[in-house]
């Protein structure tokens, strides 16, 4: 994790486009978040677009609204041609449907891009764009020693969001929760924390 902090910081001092890699759960929408409000752009709008549901029209319409800030493209490997293209324009410094062009690009995405490339489903053009800057995000289970920093985290969060005054977990419940699988990741480790909270 360390490495991906360091990646985080130069990302958050060089306004290039950027992919983040992982698998649900392992934070991408959080790094966004991060990478943006660290960065020059901080005071301009931080826009996540879900792109699985999003028409060209909205699409238009986001890249509209986020010009001077961060536009986050959720599940990047959702968008249709036409969009992709438009994405693609932008990018490049060509003209986008809108003919904006301001807003930096940080895409995500849980697939291998460049299989889905070779299948015909998403533009190499389109990557070797956004993938200037490539992040792989962990899963929590290649990072056990995390966890317990995490449960800490979330515990703290959980006392000033609920009106609570948890310490944490002993040893033994550290220990359980360093075994478990967590395929839903940090959002599965935050969520059962919070109900146990």
Known sequence: ?????????????????????????????????????????????????????????????????????????EDVERLSRTAQVSVTNLLRGGPAHDGSGAARILAST??????????????????????????????????????VELVHHFVARANTELGRSFKGVDDQVARRLQKHAWSGNVGELERTIRRAC
């Open 110 to 147: 849980s697939r291998d891009l460049e299989g889905d490339i070779r299948d015909g489903h998403f533009s190499r053009e389109l990557w070797e764009a956004l993938s200037v800057i490539t992040m792989s995000l962990p899963p929590l289970r290649e990072r056990r020693d995390d966890i």
């Open 1 to 73: 994790m360390q490495a991906i902090y360091k990646l985080i910081g130069r990302l958050t001092t060089n306004d290039v486009p950027a992919l983040l890699v992982g698998d649900p759960g392992t934070g991408r929408h959080l790094v966004a978040a991060t990478i943006h409000a660290n960065s020059a752009r901080r005071t301009g709008p931080l826009v996540h677009v879900a792109c699985e549901t999003i028409s060209d029209a909205e699409l238009r319409s986001e890249l509209a609204s986020a010009a001077s800030g961060t536009l986050h493209l």
